[in-house]
């Protein structure tokens, strides 16, 4: 059965519609229960907490590295002055200095050289602090 009616600027139609077997949420129905919304955000929750704790991580090694390749390169630096100095220059013994980084953290670099007749053993340590103790040593040997 169908009604219509017209208004000023308007028309509806109403039509009645058959039941539906089982209500209105019938057997066909479709759709998510509320238990299984509360499982999907469980899993999703889970999920975001295990990629949070990941990207903590990943700042404190990327941070870490950063450290690592300043402390690498003055520690090269200090290579490379020695080897440019004269060899009657470098005298045996050890020293050190403190040198600061760009990215905030201060350096102890500390260098030591030791002969064996016409060969001069250079050992060089880098030591820092960022949340622990951290120390990388590099040694080269240089032929007169």
């Known amino acids: ?4 009616w017209k208004g000023n600027d308007w028309f509806c139609t ?30 999703l929750s889970v ?3 295990a990629l949070a704790s990941l990207t903590a991580i990943t700042t404190k090694t990327n941070s870490y590295g950063s450290h690592l390749t300043e402390a690498s390169l003055f520690a090269q630096d200090k290579l490379e002055e020695l080897r440019a100095t004269r060899w009657e220059k470098i005298t045996e ?3 050190s200095d403190q040198v600061s980084g760009s990215t905030g953290i201060d350096y102890t670099r500390k260098w030591s050289v030791n002969r ?9 340590s880098i030591e820092w ?4 103790d951290r120390s990388i040593e590099l040694t080269s040997v240089l032929c007169q």
């Open 116 to 124: 064996n007749e016409t060969l001069k053993t250079i050992n060089i």
């Open 1 to 4: 059965m169908t009604d219509s």
């Open 93 to 95: 013994g050890m020293d």
């Open 14 to 43: 109403i039509t009645e519609l058959p039941a539906v077997k089982g209500g209105a949420c019938g057997a066909r129905a479709s759709g998510f229960t509320l238990i299984e919304v509360l499982v999907a955000m469980v899993i």
């Open 129 to 132: 602090k960022d949340r622990v």
């Open 47 to 49: 999920a975001l907490l």
